[in-house]
């Protein structure tokens, strides 16, 4: 059952969207109990001890080598700057939540933004093709965006 949902990209980015609401919905149930900074080094500490230990599971099941010839300067360096990037998201959203932000708002301007950042560079960055209903989508998400902010 594992390899079949592997093989369904729109079945993983919901995955990793359930992953996205527990850490919106845990760091403002938390964000009255610690201090933001402290708490978005937990956050950070906590990933990467998952990351770590996935990343040994996945090498040690394979019989993979753990470092192997897929890795350049230059990954490594994107990989850096998206960590930098996610850090970044984290310490804002610990500080969106103690300011007094609900979790149900902070999350979905914080999500829909990235959103739309992202359309727009993987458009005009990436080359990416985005069809006339994807894009009245789109459009109907940014407009919810701004409906949010504005209460």
Same mark, same amino acid.
């Given at each position: 059952m594992l390899s079949t949902i592997m093989q369904y990209w729109w079945v993983l980015a919901m995955i990793s969207g359930l992953?996205?609401?527990?850490r919106n919905i845990m760091f403002k149930v938390g964000s009255?109990? *610690?201090d933001a900074a402290l708490?978005?080094?937990?956050?950070?500490?906590? *990933?990467?001890?998952?990351?770590?230990?996935?990343?040994?599971?996945n090498r040690l099941s394979s019989g993979e080598p753990f470092f192997s010839g #897929? *890795?350049?300067?230059?990954? &490594?360096l994107y990989a850096m700057i998206a960590g930098i990037g996610v850090a970044g998201a984290n310490i804002f959203l610990a500080h969106g939540y103690k300011a007094g932000g609900q #979790?149900?708002?902070v999350a979905i301007l914080q999500n829909g933004f990235s959103i739309s950042v &992202?359309?727009?560079?993987? *458009?005009l960055v990436l080359g990416e093709v985005i069809r006339p209903l994807q894009g009245v989508g789109i459009a109907c998400a940014l407009v919810g965006m701004i409906l949010i902010a504005k209460g």
């Amino acid at each position: 059952m594992l390899s079949t949902i592997m093989q369904y990209w729109w079945v993983l980015a919901m995955i990793s969207g359930l992953g996205l609401a527990m850490r919106n919905i845990m760091f403002k149930v938390g964000s009255g109990h *610690m201090d933001a900074a402290l708490g978005s080094l937990v956050l950070s500490i906590s *990933m990467a001890s998952v990351s770590i230990g996935y990343f040994l599971w996945n090498r040690l099941s394979s019989g993979e080598p753990f470092f192997s010839g #897929a *890795m350049d300067a230059k990954g &490594t360096l994107y990989a850096m700057i998206a960590g930098i990037g996610v850090a970044g998201a984290n310490i804002f959203l610990a500080h969106g939540y103690k300011a007094g932000g609900q #979790a149900s708002l902070v999350a979905i301007l914080q999500n829909g933004f990235s959103i739309s950042v &992202t359309i727009v560079v993987g *458009m005009l960055v990436l080359g990416e093709v985005i069809r006339p209903l994807q894009g009245v989508g789109i459009a109907c998400a940014l407009v919810g965006m701004i409906l949010i902010a504005k209460g």
